[in-house]
């Protein structure tokens, strides 16, 4: 189970200097989608080269224009970059041809997606799936992590989990065993983000090895 | 009818010096997504700066995170600013929130909605709602206007329509009598730009005197 570090609602230079602090406790860095609205592609290329061995997901949430938006994350830097499932099929299409061109690979967000729009989404069997309660859900429901419990069983690809995660609800999401656990304010705005990383790395690894033993 | 400029895929300054051809033929500027995402907010501060007398619309394309992407755009100078239909209610809702703070207007994007998506938004009757035939549906299906025809009838409020509109659909998008009518390529695409806006301009307003004739 990867840790992937969201960097949102912050600058560039607090993006960078927030991922040298917990660098050795995250896998994946993900440059959010209000860094790339609010600072453009150039905050992937400086999250690139600052952290070139790590894995960069570029959050660009796609919903049209998708080959001119996926080249650009990847021409940027980007390994992995996120189309909405909720976006006509043709674009989800095409930000996997420009992933196979580029030898990177495509995010599904299934924000907002309902069952159906997931059975139609199951055919992109090269993508990793991401199911998302949005900020927007987050600030009236609380955090929670109901909305995440159905979707393992409806996608057999890899599959990633994000919103409002903190260590409190690892423990239920660890048993749906995702591919990649995404993970912004319970490290960004923690007192201590080191620390904050460090013990989620922590408990993560100490669930898999109860999960071996 | 309202020509909104749609600029997209070039730099904020080829965007400055685009609008400032044909400012005298439109009525709108859209600082298109692929300008955000690639450069920032700062691209609508530039727009807003170079034409302050022009409506300008921030494509933002908001799916979540409204309350932060919204004050971004109204911040740095939108008159008005886009979220997506098949956005969650609670984002759709928040942005109709930020606008009435700002005194601002939302335009929300029908992209890939359904009728049952539609019915449920015509709430919103602060909004402009925009039909809007994809860049990459465009790409496959050929520049079209059958996708625009259906929404008139089920959204009473202002209402633009968008997506590979030229001077070849504006006659059947006409007697639609949309509020906005959004063009990109056909005019920044066009051999001359300015020639371009101004036919199209006097088209438009050659059709509106035909009706009140």
């Known amino acids: 189970m990867k840790i992937q570090l969201a960097l949102d609602r912050m600058?560039?230079?607090e993006a960078i200097e927030m991922t040298r602090q917990v660098e050795d406790y995250v896998d994946w860095?993900?440059?959010?989608?209000?860094?790339?609205?609010?600072?453009?592609?150039?905050?992937?290329?400086?999250?690139?080269?600052?952290?070139p061995n790590k894995i960069i997901v570029a959050d660009i949430k796609t919903i049209d224009n998708a080959k001119y938006e996926f080249q650009l994350c990847f021409e940027a830097g980007a390994d992995l970059a996120t189309v909405m499932g909720v976006a006509p099929p043709v674009t989800i299409e095409t930000c996997l041809h420009m992933a196979a061109q580029y030898d990177k690979r495509v995010m599904v967000d299934l924000l907002n997606t309902n069952e159906e729009h997931i059975q139609q989404l199951r055919q992109y069997d090269a993508a990793i799936f991401c199911a998302h309660v949005s900020k927007d859900q987050q600030e009236i429901a609380g955090k929670q992590t109901s909305a995440h419990a159905g979707i393992r069983k409806s996608l057999s690809a890899e599959w990633a989990v994000a919103g409002g995660i903190?260590?409190?609800?690892?423990?239920?999401?660890?048993?749906?065993?995702?591919?990649?656990?995404?993970?912004?304010?319970?490290?960004?705005?923690?007192?201590?983000?080191?620390?904050?990383?460090?013990?989620?790395?922590?408990?993560?690894?100490?669930?898999?090895?109860r999960a071996h033993a």
């Open 29 to 51: 860095v993900e440059v959010g989608t209000s860094l790339i609205k609010e600072f453009g592609t150039s905050s992937i290329r400086a999250l690139k080269e600052a952290f």
């Open 166 to 209: 903190s260590l409190d609800s690892l423990d239920i999401l660890a048993k749906l065993s995702p591919t990649v656990v995404i993970i912004g304010s319970a490290i960004t705005k923690a007192a201590n983000p080191k620390a904050a990383a460090k013990q989620i790395k922590e408990y993560i690894l100490s669930i898999e090895e």
């Open 11 to 13: 600058t560039v230079e």
